[in-house]
């Protein structure tokens, strides 16, 4: 059925910039999303937060090294729109962003980028009932900058942080293996908004209630 298509879609195909896309989405739609519910993991809330924390001597060696590979791939076609041989020699993701995300996509600086981007200045603008998966060790994500303050005031959204999943893993066992536990968790939240969306909607207004 439906529910069961989204379920595998949601754990095979979709990225931490699908679901920073969805967030940004709702918030922007309101309640004309035309949505039943939403569901996002490893969200970097706060995109100039993600970028401090991937520049630390550890994270900038395992992560930014790889980020012109995309440029490289496509050189021809960016050439037209960016300096890619300045593009090339970007060493960490913010001096990436400044040369290439925020020029493609015609922002004034990379802090208005990272501003725009950042779902967490936009969560209160939401209203669909929202289920949050982030790890407290996801280096794209620190937990510092979590969210968790303004999701309790929030009645449609619960932000959910383990102590550990790293960025989209969520692994379980010696040799993890089939279904791990962000399977199951966003199974059962999708078959619950199909299967009892009234629920759902009490649930957020009795916690709103709860809040006033």
Do not use: Q, Y
């Given at each position: 059925n439906f529910a069961s298509s989204l379920i595998k879609y949601y754990t095979t195909y979709c990225s931490k910039l699908t679901f920073m896309l969805l967030l940004n989405y709702l918030a922007?739609?309101?309640?004309?999303?035309?949505?039943?519910?939403?569901?996002?993991?490893?969200?970097?809330?706060?995109t100039l937060e993600s970028c401090a924390s991937l520049e630390q001597?550890?994270?900038?060696?395992?992560?930014?090294?790889?980020?012109?590979?995309h440029s490289l791939r496509h050189r021809k076609m960016l050439e037209t729109v960016v300096d890619v041989d300045h593009v090339l020699k970007a060493r960490t993701i913010r001096e990436f962003d400044e040369r290439y995300t925020s020029v493609m996509f015609g922002y004034k600086s990379c802090l208005d980028y990272y501003q725009e981007a950042s779902p967490n200045y936009k969560l209160p603008r939401t209203t669909v009932p929202i289920l949050c998966l982030n790890a407290a060790d996801d280096p794209f994500s620190p937990k510092h900058a979590?969210?968790?303050?303004?999701?309790?005031?929030?009645?449609?959204?619960a932000l959910l942080v383990t102590s550990?999943?790293?960025?989209?893993g969520y692994l379980e066992g010696l040799y993890p293996r089939g279904e791990g536990y962000m399977d199951r968790l966003f199974g059962q939240f999708i078959q619950a908004a199909f299967d009892h969306p009234g629920d759902l909607k009490g649930a957020c207004s009795i916690k709103e209630e709860i809040l006033d």
């Open positions: 922007r739609k309101g309640s004309e999303a035309g949505l039943v519910a939403g569901l996002t993991m490893s969200v970097s809330w706060d001597p550890i994270n900038r060696l395992i992560f930014n090294r790889h980020l012109t590979c979590l969210p968790v303050a303004l999701a309790k005031r929030l009645p449609n959204v550990h999943g790293g960025h989209i």
